[in-house]
């Protein structure tokens, strides 16, 4: 457990390196807020419903995404495709460390800093714009929507690693697959950028079986106390099952990576 | 007999894909993609002892970073065995990652943008050193290598021979049975790969650590190396005392004349050939079994003041070996 801590610390104080780098991102993230936030204020001023959804209730939605996605969306463990391609992931493959558990803790430092910020970046959004931010107490939503974020985490962690081995058969395709998976799929069918139960129904019947939505979608939904015992304990399952599969999937794709992994840069 | 390091027919292939230039060929090459082997190693069997320190020698592309890849675990023989204090390194376990090291030229484990010691607790942490071992490795290496005052600032900061060095003492801090150097000494300038060497030896005796090391620098073989390993084309050529390479690969030897008066040189070319001119000395050289004739003719037929008989210098067998001009005999 101590070699994990200590990575998570000098993980941490890496990401601190390139504050530059660290607060574009962030400013990435309340953009993307902001053009959200203009977006819904528009459509929404006739007043009225749109998509079932008041205008308090789609700007409450979209601060509750503003910290699930710090939580769940940022990774380190994207930086492994860059070091199967380098040669550097060498480096760690000679270290006696779970190579899995290695980019988790990475994962963990990344997201510990990008919680803190968004925390702070939610108030002052809330403030300013004077958004009605919703703020669950009950407890009995508060326990399952924090199994359901663990359970995302996990999700993403498998699934950004199972682009990262792309890299092995194709390094030519590191920077095309990252960003088709991560920047367009992920952020449309998690969730992120709109509530998903404003598609078709018969759309939304086939996304609730990919793992997308239980990135941002489900644990939201949680939060914002709009789900029932059942679909709550259902989508859990379902995130389960997800995390099963992805793990078994990852486990095997790295094993036939790593037999054409060629160490190379010497 | 111990061995720690065991290496038994061992056959290591690439599959390389091939494209031609411009916008056409990466088109073709994406739709039907030329594949070709390259046979990096091709049957290679060897073993080595505890604490013995071993060169590697060969011309690049040869095999033998491949061979040390595939020692410490990182790339999966095509067929053959390859062993290491009694573990298989493709399985990568624990205790027997604890107990090598591999340390690349070109490739640096150290936390670029921390300082040195940051990157140095962490392998504490990752290789579960005791605090107590850590704090006598750490401060004896640092002594050795005159590192004091450099363990606090920002790795990028620092020289390249700066960051070898640290490199170095993060590779040893977990006091490795076994280590693998590839091109130690490269882009070090003449004072710092000297260091570097001495260190080596140093450690080597100290630690009776087993160390295996590549090298195109002649200096490092030359110091270092009691036995050396010759590969080219994937193919084990030679393996023995440093010495033994001259008996083995020099087919000449070379006559040093010191002539005492005017003579027709000409006639010398009879005997041996002739590599250098200043008058009034010369240096022939003449095939290995012939020597000895060969003097006693040139005592014979020319006034001659001084004759020396002398190896080729290991030097140049192994610039000869580096550029392909050695056949393999078998």
């Known amino acids: 457990m101590r070699k994990y801590l200590g990575l998570f610390k000098i993980s941490f104080q890496q990401e601190f390196v390139y504050r530059l780098n660290f607060i574009m991102w962030r400013v990435r993230n309340v953009l993307q807020i902001l053009v959200a936030y203009f977006l819904w204020t528009t459509l929404f001023i006739g007043g009225g419903k749109i998509f079932g959804y008041d205008k308090n209730q789609i700007l409450t939605y979209i601060f509750g995404v503003l910290i699930v996605r710090a939580l769940v969306l940022s990774s380190r463990a994207i930086d492994v495709a860059g070091d199967i391609n380098s040669g550097d992931l060498t480096l760690s493959l000679l270290k006696p460390i779970n190579f899995f558990k290695y980019w988790l803790t990475r994962d963990f430092s990344t997201k510990a800093l990008n919680l803190f910020f968004a925390f702070f970046e939610t108030l002052f959004l809330v403030l300013v714009l004077k958004v009605p931010f919703f703020f669950q107490t009950n407890f009995s939503f508060l326990l399952p929507f924090s199994f359901s974020l663990v359970l995302a985490i996990l999700i993403f962690f498998f699934l950004v690693l199972l682009i990262d081995m792309v890299t092995f058969w194709a390094p030519e395709m590191q920077w095309a697959g990252q960003f088709i998976f991560l920047a367009i799929i992920t952020e449309f069918l998690s969730g992120a950028i709109f509530p998903l139960d404003i598609l078709p129904q018969a759309l939304q019947k086939v996304i609730y079986f990919l793992p997308f939505p239980y990135l941002i979608f489900f644990p939201v939904q949680i939060y914002l106390g709009k789900l029932a015992l059942v679909n709550t304990l259902g989508g859990i399952m379902v995130e389960g099952f997800w995390v099963i599969t992805l793990s078994l999937i990852v486990n095997f794709i790295w094993k036939k990576g790593l037999l054409r992994y060629e160490a190379v840069g010497r | ?330």
């Open chain 2, 1 to 330: 007999m111990d061995r720690t390091i065991i290496v038994d027919h061992l056959v290591k292939n690439f599959e390389v894909k091939e494209k031609e230039p411009g916008i056409t060929g990466s088109l073709k090459s994406f739709l039907s993609p030329k594949k070709k082997i390259v046979r990096a190693l091709r049957n290679i069997s060897f073993t080595i002892q505890p604490g013995e320190l071993v060169g590697f020698i060969g011309p690049n592309g040869a095999g033998k970073t491949t061979t040390l890849k595939v020692l410490s675990g990182l790339l999966y023989p095509t067929a053959g065995f390859a062993q290491v204090v009694g573990f298989d390194p493709w399985e990568k376990k624990a205790e027997f990652l604890k107990q090598i090291s591999l340390v690349m030229g070109q490739k640096n484990q150290l936390w670029w943008d921390l300082p040195a010691l940051e990157t140095f607790e962490l392998l504490k942490a990752i290789y579960e050193i005791p605090q107590k071992e850590y704090e006598e490795s750490l401060k004896e290496l640092v002594e050795l290598l005159d590192l004091k005052n450099l363990l606090t600032t920002q790795v990028r900061k620092l020289s390249l021979g700066q960051r070898m060095r640290l490199e170095l003492v993060a590779a040893l801090l977990h006091r490795p049975k076994i280590l693998f150097l590839d091109e130690p000494t490269l882009g070090l300038d003449l004072i710092a790969q000297q260091r570097m060497r001495d260190f080596i030896y140093d450690y080597n005796r100290k630690t009776q650590a087993t160390i295996l090391l590549t090298s195109h620098n002649m200096n490092d073989l030359v110091d270092l190396a009691r036995r050396v390993i010759v590969i080219d084309e994937g193919q084990l050529i030679f393996d023995g005392a440093f010495e033994e390479l001259t008996n083995r690969f020099a087919k000449e030897k070379i006559i040093k004349l010191s002539f005492s008066q005017e003579a027709d040189l000409k006639e010398l070319e009879k005997i041996g050939r002739v590599k250098k001119i200043s008058f009034p000395e010369v240096v022939l050289s003449v095939p290995r079994t012939t020597t000895s004739v060969a003097a006693a003719e040139i005592l014979q037929n020319f006034p001659i003041a001084d004759l020396t008989i002398e190896e080729i210098p290991i030097e140049e067998i192994v610039r000869k070996v580096f550029r392909r001009e050695l056949k393999i005999k078998r």
